[in-house]
């Protein structure tokens, strides 16, 4: 009996993804207070800044904050916030599935640690939640995706302090009691194992407020994950038919050689990647990570009750795929990190392009934690050029296309994949480096790295292209 599967699942989620923080601007509107992604300078004289992505001062931001002469390029997003309803609507010609975005926390908690929700902002997402609904498409949430109120950062000290972990858990329950009969997939936090390049963007630590960075960062993520769980737990009780993830930035890194030393640096260096979904999808702490923070002098205090709030687990796996890197043993142990591999092709950002090493990324999640998966964040950004409001982009066809082609292998491997979600299927702010000139969607939008343009919306040969795809259910890629 032939047991391996001949495509796509039947009811395979065909999706697209953002974020609030890259697309919504209206940063100061209806009650919305500062989050971590509003500090990120960009000015004419400087180079763009990427302070927002790595380790940062409060007293830079303070100073960000105070200054009247900068422009900040993640709050004029794409108007996301005003014009929605439009860009859902070519979503959903599109073919689109299920959609994929975050809530801003502050735009519900404006400062973070108040007791009660800014309606304004709750509004908006019901309307937002609405409208994803009304155009055919199921939403996939984020509740943390690079959003925390920077108030948390500058009175606290980001994720550092367990203060943090109640005022996400009043939120979570807050979007939670709001929304559970309108978005029945979550995700709690956005890729949670970037604590290296995304420290302060992900946990609003400011490097000069703590003695030591990186058990500061542990404890962080430590608490988050606290958070985390305590917040599925309340899912379960509550509204047992939402889903609660947990979500990686996927990837694995591959042994520089076969020196038996490389491989092993590089097992230790991916295992400190699953760490994460080990302890969100197993519900405990492995013993590599006590041995890695012995080896490193990592510091983690467990506060009262985490052990057990921990066995609360995520019901399913979401990843983001962008590359794959590789290790040394000497780069390990000096802790300089993974590096490109030299032998794949890469975007104009040095963003290497290998498909089947989300091949292997789908086999081994799967192998190590038997649970749904959905990649939840998947696609490359390119310069594009507008020709009489055209944009032949094959370059981003073929991207996906062999990347699809990998998927349908790892389907046919075993694997319980779920859902795709391309990112993002309209242009949007980049994260790592704040450009609009770093395109990922199949829908261009005219504004330039300086926020200046009409803001007009045009398809890509790729919009065609992968409309035809979910029309097939993954059959047709030519």
């Given at each position: 009996m032939n047991k391996v599967p001949e495509g796509f699942p039947k009811h395979f989620l065909w999706g697209g993804a953002i974020a609030a923080n890259q697309a919504?601007?209206?940063?100061?509107?209806?009650?919305?207070?500062?989050?971590?992604?509003?500090?990120?300078?960009?000015?004419d004289d400087v180079a763009l800044e990427k302070k927002s992505n790595m380790e940062t001062t409060i007293a830079y931001v303070k100073?960000?904050?105070?200054?009247?002469?900068?422009?900040?390029p993640k709050r004029w997003g794409i108007d996301f916030y005003h014009t929605y309803k439009e860009d859902l609507k070519l979503l959903a010609e599109l073919g689109l599935k299920t959609f994929r975005t975050s809530i801003n926390w502050s735009r519900i908690f404006p400062n973070g640690d108040e007791s009660e929700p800014n309606e304004q902002g709750l509004r908006f997402y019901d309307e937002l939640f609405d409208a994803i609904i009304a155009n055919g498409m199921e939403p996939m949430i984020t509740m943390s995706h690079y959003e925390i109120p920077i108030h948390l950062t500058t009175a606290y000290k980001g994720w550092y302090s367990r203060e943090v972990i109640d005022f996400f858990v009043r939120y979570g329950q807050v979007v939670l009691d709001r929304y559970h009969d309108k978005v029945k997939k979550w995700i709690i936090v956005n890729q949670i194992n970037l604590i290296v390049h995304e420290s302060f963007n992900h946990l609003g630590i400011g490097e000069?407020?703590?003695?030591?960075?990186?058990?500061?960062?542990?404890?962080?993520?430590?608490?988050?994950?606290?958070?985390?769980?305590l917040i599925t737990k309340y899912a379960h009780e509550n509204y047992p038919d939402n889903e609660i993830g947990m979500m990686l930035c996927g990837g694995p890194s591959y042994a520089a050689t076969c020196k038996a030393e490389d491989v092993l640096a590089t097992v230790k260096l991916n295992q400190m990647e699953y760490f994460f979904a080990d302890v969100l999808l197993r519900g405990y702490y492995p013993g590599y990570a006590f041995r890695y923070f012995e080896d490193k002098g990592i510091q983690v205090v467990f506060g009262s009750g985490d052990e057990e709030a921990l066995k609360n687990t995520?019901?399913?796996?979401?990843?983001?795929?962008?590359?794959?890197?590789?290790?040394?043993?000497?780069?390990?142990?000096?802790?300089?990190?993974?590096?490109?591999?030299?032998?794949?092709?890469?975007?104009?950002?040095?963003?290497?392009?290998?498909?089947?090493?989300?091949?292997?990324?789908?086999?081994e999640f799967y192998d190590?934690?038997?649970?749904?998966?959905?990649?939840?964040?998947?696609?490359?950004?390119?310069?594009?050029?507008?020709?009489?409001?055209?944009?032949?982009?094959?370059?981003?066809?073929?991207?996906?296309?062999?990347?699809?082609?990998?998927?349908?292998?790892?389907?046919?491997?075993?694997?319980?994949?779920?859902?795709?979600?391309?990112?993002?299927?309209?242009?949007?702010?980049?994260?790592?480096?704040?450009?609009?000139?770093?395109?990922?969607?199949?829908?261009?939008?005219?504004?330039?790295?300086?926020?200046?343009?009409?803001?007009?919306?045009?398809?890509?040969d790729s919009f065609a292209w992968y409309q035809q795809v979910i029309r097939s259910n993954g059959e047709v890629l030519e």
């Amino acid at each position: 009996m032939n047991k391996v599967p001949e495509g796509f699942p039947k009811h395979f989620l065909w999706g697209g993804a953002i974020a609030a923080n890259q697309a919504e601007g209206a940063w100061d509107s209806d009650g919305k207070g500062w989050c971590v992604a509003d500090i990120n300078e960009f000015r004419d004289d400087v180079a763009l800044e990427k302070k927002s992505n790595m380790e940062t001062t409060i007293a830079y931001v303070k100073e960000a904050m105070a200054s009247t002469d900068r422009i900040f390029p993640k709050r004029w997003g794409i108007d996301f916030y005003h014009t929605y309803k439009e860009d859902l609507k070519l979503l959903a010609e599109l073919g689109l599935k299920t959609f994929r975005t975050s809530i801003n926390w502050s735009r519900i908690f404006p400062n973070g640690d108040e007791s009660e929700p800014n309606e304004q902002g709750l509004r908006f997402y019901d309307e937002l939640f609405d409208a994803i609904i009304a155009n055919g498409m199921e939403p996939m949430i984020t509740m943390s995706h690079y959003e925390i109120p920077i108030h948390l950062t500058t009175a606290y000290k980001g994720w550092y302090s367990r203060e943090v972990i109640d005022f996400f858990v009043r939120y979570g329950q807050v979007v939670l009691d709001r929304y559970h009969d309108k978005v029945k997939k979550w995700i709690i936090v956005n890729q949670i194992n970037l604590i290296v390049h995304e420290s302060f963007n992900h946990l609003g630590i400011g490097e000069d407020v703590v003695t030591d960075l990186l058990s500061a960062k542990y404890q962080g993520v430590h608490n988050e994950m606290v958070a985390s769980a305590l917040i599925t737990k309340y899912a379960h009780e509550n509204y047992p038919d939402n889903e609660i993830g947990m979500m990686l930035c996927g990837g694995p890194s591959y042994a520089a050689t076969c020196k038996a030393e490389d491989v092993l640096a590089t097992v230790k260096l991916n295992q400190m990647e699953y760490f994460f979904a080990d302890v969100l999808l197993r519900g405990y702490y492995p013993g590599y990570a006590f041995r890695y923070f012995e080896d490193k002098g990592i510091q983690v205090v467990f506060g009262s009750g985490d052990e057990e709030a921990l066995k609360n687990t995520a019901d399913f796996l979401s990843f983001s795929y962008y590359y794959t890197q590789i290790c040394d043993e000497e780069s390990y142990t000096k802790d300089l990190g993974p590096h490109r591999n030299k032998e794949l092709d890469a975007n104009p950002w040095g963003w290497t392009i290998d498909p089947t090493g989300l091949r292997i990324a789908l086999n081994e999640f799967y192998d190590r934690y038997q649970c749904p998966i959905y990649i939840t964040e998947n696609g490359i950004g390119y310069f594009d050029e507008v020709e009489e409001d055209q944009i032949h982009d094959s370059y981003r066809i073929d991207y996906y296309r062999d990347h699809i082609k990998a998927i349908k292998e790892a389907i046919k491997d075993g694997v319980d994949l779920r859902g795709y979600y391309a990112w993002g299927p309209i242009d949007i702010i980049s994260c790592s480096s704040s450009e609009m000139s770093k395109r990922y969607g199949f829908i261009y939008v005219d504004l330039d790295d300086y926020g200046q343009g009409s803001g007009k919306r045009l398809k890509k040969d790729s919009f065609a292209w992968y409309q035809q795809v979910i029309r097939s259910n993954g059959e047709v890629l030519e």
